[in-house]
């Protein structure tokens, strides 16, 4: 679980002696974000209970990197609790967050692509497509069937550039809207429509040869 971002100022004593987690856990996002406006910023604690295996799981599909995306996690909470007087509590909170958390993952896909390393790490919800093959398939052997699929998607993601993946996960794992996505990666609406279809023709083309042995 990641701890509160290490510039929170030491809360003020808690005159009722319960944890954070008794007092505000349950309260929402709303109410809580505003406690720790109005000082108590040890409620924080709450948000990142509450958010922090959300937004490691968007990491994780967004980098496919474990390490990485406890890196984002990390980043994503201290840069919401920075930014937190721009939060509007008309908007859902995880919502917000996860906007954060999305950039966070593009700039560390960025750096990374920068030192030329390049992650052959599974995406862990790239098996979800695997699931998806129906169970009699005619190949001799099913299990090494699906294995070979697996590897097949995970060259797939592989070969997205940054902006293909970020949009593609963003779209189909997270059910971003396309707006909120082209927010999210700085893309106008139809540009974010083409990186979208540009990941989906790869993944495809690179799946062909063996769905095509199902029909």
Same mark, same amino acid.
């Given at each position: 679980?990641?701890p509160?971002?290490p510039d929170? !100022?030491? !809360?003020?004593?808690?005159q009722?002696?319960?944890? !954070?987690?008794?007092?505000?856990?349950?309260g929402?996002?709303?109410?809580i974000?505003e406690q720790v406006?109005?000082?108590?910023?040890?409620?924080?604690?709450?948000?990142?209970?509450r958010?922090?295996?959300g937004?490691?799981r968007l990491a994780?599909r967004?980098?496919?990197?474990?390490h990485?995306?406890?890196?984002?996690?990390?980043e994503?909470?201290?840069r919401a609790y920075?930014q937190l007087h721009?939060?509007?509590?008309?908007?859902?909170f995880?919502?917000w967050?996860?906007r954060?958390g999305?950039?966070c993952a593009v700039?560390v896909i960025r750096?990374?692509?920068q030192?030329?390393?390049?992650t052959?790490?599974?995406?862990?919800n790239?098996?979800s497509?695997?699931?998806?093959?129906p169970?009699d398939?005619?190949?001799?052997?099913h299990?090494?069937f699906?294995?070979?699929?697996r590897?097949?998607?995970?060259?797939a993601m592989?070969?997205?550039s940054t902006?293909e993946?970020?949009a593609?996960? @963003?779209?189909?794992?997270?059910?971003?809207p396309?707006r909120?996505?082209?927010?999210? @990666?700085g @893309?106008?609406e139809?540009a974010?429509?083409n990186?979208?279809?540009?990941?989906?023709a790869k993944i495809?083309?690179?799946?062909?040869?063996?769905m095509?042995e @199902?029909?």
């Open positions: 679980m990641p509160v971002p929170t !100022p030491n !809360p003020p004593p808690n009722s002696g319960q944890s !954070p987690s008794n007092q505000q856990m349950g929402d996002d709303a109410a974000v406006r109005t000082g108590d910023t040890d409620a924080f604690r709450c948000l990142v209970e958010h922090s295996q937004i490691f994780f967004m980098t496919g990197n474990e990485d995306a406890e890196d984002v996690v990390q994503t909470f201290l920075r721009r939060f509007e509590s008309r908007s859902a995880g919502t967050l996860h954060i999305a950039n700039d750096a990374r692509r030192r030329d390393e390049v052959t790490t599974a995406d862990e790239e098996g497509i695997v699931d998806t093959l169970a398939s005619s190949a001799p052997d299990k090494v699906k294995a070979e699929v590897q097949k998607v995970v060259a592989a070969s997205l902006m993946r970020a593609f996960v @963003l779209r189909h794992f997270e059910d971003m396309i909120e996505i082209g927010a999210t @990666l @893309l106008k139809n974010t429509k990186t979208i279809f540009r990941a989906l495809r083309r690179e799946l062909e040869p063996i095509s @199902l029909r």
